[in-house]
Each structure stands twice: as structure tokens, then as C-alpha cells.
């Protein structure tokens, strides 16, 4: 293995600028950013209420969803697969080996991780917060935008997390999306491909454009909550 | 002091945006935008990973303007994926398996459309002695015999199903004779290749896979041009009798140009280090 | 002359509050009218902190009524509390009093005003931008009161507000105090600290093992104290 020329075919992918390249990094960004701003919307005010709210079976919904933090990604994919295919429930809308199937599958990786992070922490900023917000009136769900939007660091933090579990992942993407050369290729499931193909450089390469890239948004982040952070207090 | 702080965070998150933004125009550009006309194919590793479908698929898009989505699979996936209606198109290798689909009505008929041939890759030391031979029965025989490590795609591939032929050619049974020699590993082409050089294995693999294969390492061609080794490639349009959905003339487009003269010759045209990987037939009665 | 619509007395009519089944508030009844400092004195664990939030609100009392005169529940319900540790959101010192101006339900343009108003009356107008958090213990007490003070309450509860602070830092919060007293706002607080209590009381309320041990004017109380209870506690002896 010549580590040479890994970086040599990853150097050459960057500075290249080559269009095939450049739609497979777009794609993958478009599918896990538009995945993760989904989830982001649906899991934050969820994972709010869940904080909040107090029901029977709620510690068993807060471990089930703990759990599915883990669950792998190939079972997500899976069962978007059964859902979107011809012969599934939702055959009809035609979804199966399209960004949308893909998307639809990281949803579902990365809400609960969503929820999960995002009820905890809720839950921390609501025991400090409890007295004064019941004090000026906020009382149960009208707490809630009050409590992401002071917890939006924090928050900011969960949703990386989101972003790195569905950038990464590529059992479920490689099932819906199909891996279909400029359509449903990401930048995993073409790693996974140029394994395969034997080009290991190649597919070495392309997992150093992709940790770079998550490192330059994880910065990004990194740096916008550290400014807010302190910013706030 | 707090002004170009808050100045800061904005700066951050309109780049976060903008970056999302950007994401969001630069996917819309690729040649797949949405609306285009486009078909669904399920085809097998072999065609994909050994690059056939790259130099094929432009020319054909170049003379219909139909996008051709190829999902590549396992034969035995991807027909279970064109089953389930979710391919226009079959192109696979493993003609009782073909014939079986056939015959359960999901495609109305079948097209011959090239060949390769399938090698027994092994690694140089040749633990099994076979290297430079032309019988692939006597090899595998030997294999066994040496319990030289073999490793299996298990994956009900095409060059699976050719692989298990070949052992019952070879009068062995392998639910008896299995044994840690014998590595069914359940992955694509390029995978158990990849595996076979790792542990100094033989390997059964379709020629066009092997010739476009980057890692060799120490594997080589240990057993050719039998012609029990024969790999022939077919074509299906999927009924839509059994799924109204499929683009029944966009598909049988396909087809037809991949068994006209120019589809067989762009075949023959791909070329990888000046060898063909791939051999038009689609004329040839019986194939 | 006092407006129809006030809230004003609050009335406890023989409240209780059990939790980990103890009475830890004991069948209290007491009238608060308008005007003047009240407090709330006794050793830790009297009841002090669940008394105040058992008439703010917070709590509901297991037995008994809390009775205002006018309604004094909803958006508009012209009581504000003060914690013992100031509850600070994370923004701005003036987004904190523009976040509790708008869950009063006070339009934007009114809140912004209202909210500099509040910032110049307690001498927080430098600080208006800077990060709530970061301020000092007694700027935060500081803005916990401005805060409150917006919401323009005939009734301010403040749970031993200065238990935190250094001297100096008490010494601003008493006159302030005596500030809002002077603009009409009545005073429910609780404190264990005596010479505060003699410094700002008008009235004491003696609380021990959540029983109200003596209600008198401050002079009295502090001159002539009716129960052993008060007695050992006025004259510094541990009381449990």
C-alpha cells in the first residue's frame, strides 16, 4: 500500500475540481444536510416536549429512543427499502433509489439522536430554569421555544452529532439510493465502491476529502458556538 | 468587543448557510436532474465495477437523450429487485436464473447480448498446484483435495451460481466437504477479490471484474479458457403486465439498442490496457 | 386611596403543604395588605422558601386557599418573585427583561421601552448588551429585580435575595428595596439574616417547622418576642 499515492489521488480529487467529484460531494451534502434540517425540525421540538412532558411509559420512550441512537444503519435503510419499493406501502410515489429515499432513511438515523440529546438537554436547562419561567407565566409546552433557543449551543452540538452519524454512514444509502453513478453516488457508497474495484488509493483518497470536510464543518460549528457560547454565557 | 463578537456568529452561521445553499444548487447541476427521462436498471457488480456501464451509457443516452440508473447488485438480487417492480430493466448473467423469471412471467422475453469468460484467479505460490492448467474441474478437484483456501462470493451472484455449477460438475458436494478452506464471504466481485488476496486464496471471478481490478497484489490467472468457464449475459424488459409502473418503451429502447449493431459495437469498443473485456453475441442463437 | 382592582391583601386562609410526608407548611393563615416590607424570618427549614411560592403561585398548598382580592393568576398577574440564586437567561441583560415583558403578553414596541426604563431605573443601562451571565452576583440580583420590577408588580416576593452576596452588594440590593417600597410596590420576603430583618422589616412573620410562631410589627417583635421560639432565635441559639 503506497500511502504516497493516497494523498496523491486525494490531492488530485481537490485540486482537480473534476465535475463527476464535485456532484458526489454535493449530493452527499445535500442529502445529509437536508436529512439532518429535517430531523432538526421535527427532533427539536419533540425531544422539548419530551423533556417537559410527564405521561405513563415515558422513562420507556426515552430508553427505547436512547437505543435507537444505535440502531444500525443497514436496519434503517432496510426498512425505508420495504416501505419505498414497488411491492412496499409507499411503492406508488416511485421513491426507491432516489435522494429523496436516502434522505428519508438518515431521518430516521439521525432523529433520535435528535430527540434523544435535545431532551436532555431541555430537561437540564428546564430544572434551572423552572422557577423563573413558571414565575413569568411559561408553563409546559409554552416553556419550549424559550428553552431551544437558550440551549442552542448545546443544540447546535446534537445536530452535529446528527450530521456526523448520517455523513458517515453508508449501509442505508447504498440500499435506497442504489448507488446510482451520478444520482444516488455519495461519497461512501462510492468509497465502498472503489474498494471493491480494488482502487484502494482512490477510495482512500475520497475518505480523506470526506473526513476533511466534516472537520471544516465540525470547526465551523465548533467556533460559531464557542463565540455564542461565551456570547451567552 | 461584544458588537464583533455577535458580528463573528453571524459571519458563522450565514457560511453554515451558504454552504447549505451551495449544496443545494451544485446537486441540482449533475447530469440526473430531475425531470429528465430515465430508466432503472439492475444489473450485476460485474458490468458496473468493471466499468462497462461508463462507456456504454453515454453513448446511449447521447443517441436516445434516456438516462440509463444503474443499480448494481447480485444476479440473484437484481432480479429480485426487478420482481418487486423497482427496475425497468435486467441485465444480468445466470441464465437458469434468467429462465426462471422468465418463466415466472415477469419479463417476456430474453436477449443474449455478450460473454465473457470467468478464471480461477489464485495466488503465485499456487499452493494447489494448478497454475497454467486448462481444466477447471480437475483444479477445483485439487483445490478441495489440498484444502487450498478458496474463497466464495456466497452472495447468489451470477458467478456464484457459476461457481456452484462447477463444483457439481466437479462431483463434489460441498454441504459435505466444506470445510475452513472453503471461505464464503457474501459480497461483490470486487470484495472477494479483494479477500482472496488477502489470505493467498483462489477465487473465481469474471475476466472483465479481473483485467479492471487495481489491488492484485500477488493474484494471478491460475486456471483460463475452459470452455465449462463461459459466461454469457442477458437482457430483460420487465412486464408490465405484473408492473404497470415500468417505462415498457424506454426500457425496451434499451434493450433493442444494446443488441443493435452500435450497442454491440460500443461493447466491443471497451477496451481496458488494449484488452476486451467483453464480446458481443447477440446474434448468436442459443446464447 | 387604593385602586378597586387590586390584588391587594393576599390572604393565606389555613394553608398546608405536605411533601415526603411531612407537613413542612402548617395550617398558616395571615392577610398581607398593601404596602410595607413583610418578613419572613426563621432558621433554615422553617418554610420560608415554600411560603412564598405557595402564595407566588409555584406550589399549590395541599390544604387551605391562597386568596387574592383581584384575579392575580394569567399572563398579567401583577406578583413577581426573586430567587435566592438569580435565574439568568443566556442573552443579553436587556433580552432578559424583554423575555419576561413578552410572556406578559407586552406588545414590542411597549416592552422595549419598558425594558429601558427598567434598565436606566436600576442603573443597568451600560450593561444593556453584555451577556446576562457574565455580570457580577450582585448585577445579576440587580437585574433579577429590575426584571421583575417590568412587570410592574404590586406584590414583589424576593426569596432571601442577598444570601449570596457580599456586603456592598447586599447593602445596593436593601436600598433599592427601600426604593421600591417608597414607589408603593409591597415587600414579601423571606430572610434568615437578623440584621437585615431589622434593617427592612415592617412587619415579622416567625416561621418554625413550618408553623407560623408569631406575627407582629417589626419594633415589637424584635423588643419583645412572645415565644421561646423567637426568643432563642433572636438570641442566636441553634433552633431545629
Not at chain 3, 65 to 80: D, E, I, L, P, Y
Not at chain 3, 98 to 126: C, P
Request: proline letters at 4%.
Amino acid at each position: 500500500m503506497d500511502f504516497a499515492a493516497i494523498f496523491k489521488a486525494a490531492f488530485a480529487l481537490v485540486v482537480g475540481l473534476d465535475p463527476g467529484f464535485l456532484a458526489i460531494v454535493g449530493l452527499s451534502l445535500r442529502v445529509t444536510l437536508t436529512a439532518v434540517l429535517i430531523a432538526g425540525l421535527i427532533g427539536l421540538p419533540l425531544g422539548a416536549a419530551l423533556a417537559l412532558a410527564r405521561f405513563p411509559g415515558r422513562s420507556v420512550v426515552i430508553v427505547c429512543l436512547n437505543a435507537l441512537m444505535g440502531l444500525p444503519p443497514v436496519v434503517a435503510g432496510l426498512f425505508v427499502f420495504l416501505l419505498l419499493s414497488r411491492s412496499g406501502p409507499l411503492g406508488p410515489l416511485g421513491l426507491l433509489f432516489t435522494p429523496t429515499a436516502m434522505i428519508a432513511a438518515q431521518v430516521i438515523l439521525v432523529l433520535p439522536i435528535v430527540i434523544a440529546l435535545t431532551r436532555q438537554t431541555v430537561e437540564d436547562l428546564w430544572s434551572e430554569y423552572r422557577d423563573h419561567l413558571r414565575s413569568v407565566g411559561l408553563e409546559g409546552m409554552r416553556a419550549i421555544p424559550t428553552l431551544l433557543f437558550d440551549g442552542r449551543f448545546a443544540l447546535a452540538t446534537a445536530l452535529l452529532a446528527g450530521f456526523g452519524r448520517a455523513s458517515a454512514e453508508v449501509g442505508a444509502v447504498l440500499i435506497v439510493g442504489g448507488n446510482i453513478a451520478g444520482y444516488t453516488r455519495t461519497m461512501t457508497t462510492t468509497i465502498t465502491l472503489e474498494t471493491s474495484k480494488g482502487d484502494l488509493p482512490l477510495a482512500l483518497g475520497l475518505g480523506l476529502v470526506l473526513i476533511a470536510l466534516t472537520l471544516a464543518i465540525n470547526a465551523v460549528a465548533f467556533g460559531a458556538s464557542r463565540i455564542g457560547a461565551r456570547y451567552a454565557g | 468587543m461584544i458588537a464583533t463578537r455577535r458580528l463573528l456568529l453571524i459571519a458563522g452561521f450565514s457560511a453554515a448557510f451558504a454552504g447549505l445553499a451551495l449544496a443545494q444548487t451544485t446537486t441540482v447541476a449533475p447530469p440526473a436532474a430531475a425531470g429528465t427521462r430515465f430508466i432503472t436498471v439492475s444489473s450485476t457488480t460485474s458490468t458496473q465495477d468493471s466499468g462497462l456501464f461508463g462507456h456504454i451509457l453515454p453513448l446511449f443516452q447521447a443517441r436516445t437523450g434516456i438516462e440509463v440508473r444503474v443499480v448494481s447488485q447480485g444476479t440473484g438480487q437484481a432480479l429480485d429487485t426487478a420482481r418487486r417492480g423497482d427496475a425497468d430493466v435486467v441485465f444480468v448473467h445466470a441464465k437458469a436464473q434468467e429462465e426462471k423469471f422468465l418463466a415466472e412471467g415477469f419479463a417476456l422475453e430474453r436477449k443474449p447480448v455478450m460473454y465473457n469468460d470467468f478464471v480461477l484467479i489464485g495466488p503465485k505460490s499456487d499452493p494447489a498446484g494448478v497454475a497454467g492448467t486448462k481444466d477447471i474441474v480437475a483444479a477445483l478437484k485439487a483445490i478441495q483435495e489440498k484444502g487450498a483456501p478458496f474463497v466464495s462470493r456466497g452472495d447468489k451472484s451470477g458467478t456464484h451460481s457459476a461457481e456452484l455449477a462447477l463444483w457439481k460438475v466437479a462431483g463434489i458436494d460441498l454441504d459435505q466437504k466444506k470445510g475452513s478452506w472453503y471461505r464464503d464471504i457474501g459480497q461483490g466481485m470486487g470484495a472477494a477479490l479483494n479477500t482472496a488476496g488477502g489470505m493467498a486464496a483462489y477465487v473465481l471471478s469474471d475476466r472483465g471484474t479481473w483485467i479492471s481490478f487495481k489491488n492484485r497484489g500477488d493474484l494471478v490467472i491460475a486456471v483460463e479458457g475452459d470452455r465449462r468457464l463461459f459466461n454469457q449475459y442477458g437482457v430483460m424488459a420487465v412486464n408490465p403486465a405484473k408492473h404497470p409502473h415500468v417505462k415498457v418503451n424506454d426500457g425496451q429502447a434499451f434493450v433493442n439498442w444494446l443488441i443493435s449493431p452500435e450497442g454491440q459495437k460500443a461493447i466491443a469498443d471497451y477496451k481496458i490496457d488494449g484488452q476486451q473485456l467483453f464480446f458481443p453475441n447477440a446474434t448468436q442463437a442459443g446464447a | 386611596m387604593r385602586d378597586v382592582t387590586s390584588i391587594l391583601p393576599l390572604s393565606l386562609e389555613s394553608i398546608s403543604f405536605l411533601g415526603e410526608g411531612r407537613r413542612l407548611v402548617d395550617a398558616v393563615s395571615l392577610v398581607v395588605p398593601a404596602g410595607g416590607v413583610t418578613v419572613l424570618l426563621g432558621p433554615n427549614g422553617a418554610g420560608k422558601s415554600l411560603m412564598l411560592r405557595l402564595c407566588h403561585g409555584l406550589l399549590t398548598p395541599s390544604e387551605g386557599h391562597v386568596h387574592w382580592a383581584a384575579s392575580a393568576t394569567g399572563r398579567a398577574k401583577r406578583h413577581a418573585m426573586v430567587f435566592q440564586k438569580p435565574i439568568m437567561l443566556r442573552r443579553s441583560v436587556e433580552a432578559n427583561i424583554d423575555h419576561a415583558l413578552a410572556a406578559a403578553g407586552v406588545a414590542r414596541m411597549e416592552r422595549r421601552e419598558r425594558a429601558q426604563a427598567a434598565l436606566r431605573r436600576f442603573g443597568l443601562s451600560e450593561r444593556a448588551r453584555q451577556p446576562a451571565r457574565l455580570l457580577s452576583g450582585g448585577e445579576q440580583q440587580r437585574l433579577a429585580i429590575a426584571r421583575a420590577w417590568s412587570l410592574r408588580p404590586e406584590l414583589l416576593f424576593l426569596d432571601e435575595p442577598t444570601s449570596q452576596l457580599d456586603p456592598a452588594a447586599t447593602w445596593q440590593i436593601e436600598e433599592l428595596l427601600t426604593g421600591l417600597v417608597a414607589e408603593g410596590i409591597t415587600v414579601l420576603m423571606s430572610t434568615h439574616d437578623l440584621g437585615q430583618a431589622k434593617r427592612l422589616a415592617d412587619r415579622v412573620l416567625f416561621l418554625h417547622r413550618g408553623r407560623l410562631v408569631e406575627d407582629s410589627l417589626a419594633a415589637y417583635f424584635f423588643a419583645e418576642p412572645q415565644t421561646i421560639e423567637a426568643r432563642a432565635f433572636l438570641a442566636g441559639e441553634l433552633l431545629w
